[in-house]
T-cell receptor, first 115, second 112 residues
C-alpha cells in the first residue's frame, strides 16, 4: 500500500515569506507526527496529532509555527515569516493508533531552504 | 543531559565484521525502544523495536535492552557495505505517549 507522502519535496523561499508543508499519512492511521531534522541538531519532535486534535504541540519552536489536520487525514505545517534557522528537512510520520510501541512510518521529507 | 545519547562515531568496520551501536537514555520509565536506519538523503526506516529486557534477534540484527542500566544496543553481524548508513536510536518516554526522542545518530561505514 501507499506510504506516507509529503509535498513539496523541496522548497526554497526567501526570508520573511510564509510556507506550507503537506503530509498525507498512511490510510487509516490516526496518529500523525511532525519532526524536523537539521544539521547538528538531529531529529527533533514538533507536534503530534491524534485524529484532528493535537494533544502534544510542545515541540513547536515558536509561534511562527502552526499545524492543522483535517478529516483525520492530511496535515499541513505552516511556517510564517520564515527565518534562515528554519532551514531543515521536515519529516512527517504516521502510526496506526498512536499507542506506545507502535511503529512510526516516515515520509520522504520536505527539504526547506530559507535564503 | 539529553534524553537519548548515542556513541558518537563515526564507526568503521570491515565487511563481515560485527558492528556494535550503543545508546543510553535518561528517563527510567521509558517503555519502547527503536533503531532506525537512515541512508544519506533519505528518511529513517525502522529496523528493530524492543520493549522488554534481553535480546531480540531479526536476521543479522540483534537489539539488546537493559532497563536497569538504561542502555540499548544494536549488533549487526556479518556487516555488509549496504549497511553503511546512520543509525538512530529512538525512545518513547513513559510520560509522553507516541512522541519519539531521538539520539543524534551513529554513522556506520562498512568497507569491502
Amino acid at each position: 500500500g501507499a506510504g506516507v507522502s509529503q509535498s513539496p519535496s523541496n522548497k526554497v523561499t526567501e526570508k520573511g515569506k510564509d510556507v506550507e508543508l503537506r503530509c498525507d499519512p498512511i490510510s487509516g492511521h490516526t496518529a500523525l507526527y511532525w519532526y524536523r531534522q537539521s544539521l547538528g541538531q538531529g531529529l527533533e519532535f514538533l507536534i503530534y496529532f491524534q485524529g484532528n486534535s493535537a494533544p502534544d504541540k510542545s515541540g513547536l519552536p515558536s509561534d511562527r509555527f502552526s499545524a492543522e489536520r483535517t478529516g483525520g487525514s492530511v496535515s499541513t505545517l505552516t511556517i510564517q515569516r520564515t527565518q534562515q534557522e528554519d532551514s531543515a528537512v521536515y519529516l512527517c510520520a504516521s502510526s496506526s493508533q498512536g499507542r506506545s510501541g507502535e511503529t512510526q512510518y516516515f515520509g520522504p521529507g520536505t527539504r526547506l531552504l530559507v535564503l | 543531559q539529553k534524553e537519548v545519547e548515542q556513541n558518537s562515531g563515526p564507526l568503521s568496520v570491515p565487511e563481515g565484521a560485527i558492528a556494535s551501536l550503543n545508546c543510553t537514555y535518561s528517563d527510567r520509565v521509558s517503555q519502547s525502544f527503536f533503531w532506525y536506519r537512515q541512508y544519506s538523503g533519505k528518511s529513517p526506516e525502522l529496523i528493530m523495536s524492543i520493549y522488554s529486557n534481553g535480546d531480540k534477534e531479526d536476521g543479522r540484527f540483534t537489539a539488546q535492552l537493559n532497563k536497569a542500566s538504561q542502555y540499548v544496543s544494536l549488533l549487526i553481524r556479518d556487516s555488509q557495505p549496504s549497511d553503511s548508513a546512520t543509525y538512530l536510536c529512538a525512545v518513547i518516554r513513559g510520560s509522553t505517549l507516541g512522541r519519539l526522542y531521538f539520539g543524534r545518530g551513529t554513522q556506520l561505514t562498512v568497507w569491502p
